[in-house]
């Protein structure tokens, strides 16, 4: 496979293809970034791909892959070994999956707020749905919070689960820091802050 012509589409705002791009600085895997709003740009992303989905991995030969962890998948498949950013033996990969299944829905619950709250028409949003989101929310930065806490502090080299983290924690102070004080989350903000040093973190600035 020719990964020079790996096409990523969206918009480093998106907490989802933000993972992706620094995942693929830290495996190595070249690409070529289109910044598509899923917005702004409605229309040419849908003509490119009728899911208006971002993150969009284009591959060489034109296919198209969409879900950022799905994507994940594919590129740990096609990364070097020692680049791959996922554990391999199963206890250490259990609990990266764990996390990252939290840090998902940090990110999750935070795009449904703004869709509910920003995008939605003001008389037509519906408080007790954003109060359950709301809830959600906090309940996921909590958890995160208690997997950063076992952790203990950042690791030398940044798996995905550390990567995924980051990023949530990242976005939802970009989006919603009235939502979640970062009081509230120290250790979290912590990791997060130690993460952005990184130098594939500055290569993809929020946009
Ligand atoms: N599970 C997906 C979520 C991706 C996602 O929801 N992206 C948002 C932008 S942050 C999007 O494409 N929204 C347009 C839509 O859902 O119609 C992933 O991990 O890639």
């Keep these: ?27 190595g895997l070249d690409y070529e970034y289109r910044p598509l709003s899923i917005f702004r740009n409605y229309d040419e992303l849908r003509a490119i791909n009728p899911l208006v989905k971002v ?54 619950k935070t795009v449904q707020l703004i869709y509910e709250t920003l995008q939605r028409p003001e008389d037509l949003q519906h408080p007790p749905w954003i109060e359950r989101l709301q809830q959600q929310l906090e309940g996921a930065c909590l958890l995160l919070e208690g997997r950063v806490l076992e952790q ?26 009235e939502r979640v004080d970062a009081n509230d989350y120290p250790a979290l903000a912590a990791f997060s802050a130690q993460a ?12």
Excluded: H, Y
């Excluded at 496979?1 to 995942?23: C, D, H, Q, W």
């Excluded at 498949?77 to 299944?101: C, D, F, N, W, Y």
């Excluded at 952005?196 to 946009?207: G, K, M, Y």
């Design 1 to 27: 496979m020719n990964t020079e012509k790996l096409k990523l589409l969206g918009m480093m705002g998106s907490p989802f293809v933000r993972r992706l791009a620094i995942s693929m600085r830290m495996m």
């Design 55 to 108: 993150p969009t991995l284009i591959l060489d030969n034109g296919e198209m892959l969409v879900d950022s962890s799905l994507i994940l998948e594919f590129l740990e498949s096609i990364s070097l070994p020692e680049k791959r950013l996922m554990p391999q033996e199963t206890v250490p990969k259990l609990s990266a999956l764990r996390t990252i299944g939290i840090a998902l829905i940090v990110m999750e």
């Design 152 to 177: 203990g502090g950042t690791p030398q080299r940044l798996n995905q689960a550390d990567l995924t983290t980051a990023v949530a924690w990242r976005f939802v102070q970009n989006v919603f820091p």
């Design 196 to 207: 952005e040093q990184w130098p594939e973190f500055i290569a993809c600035p929020l946009d």
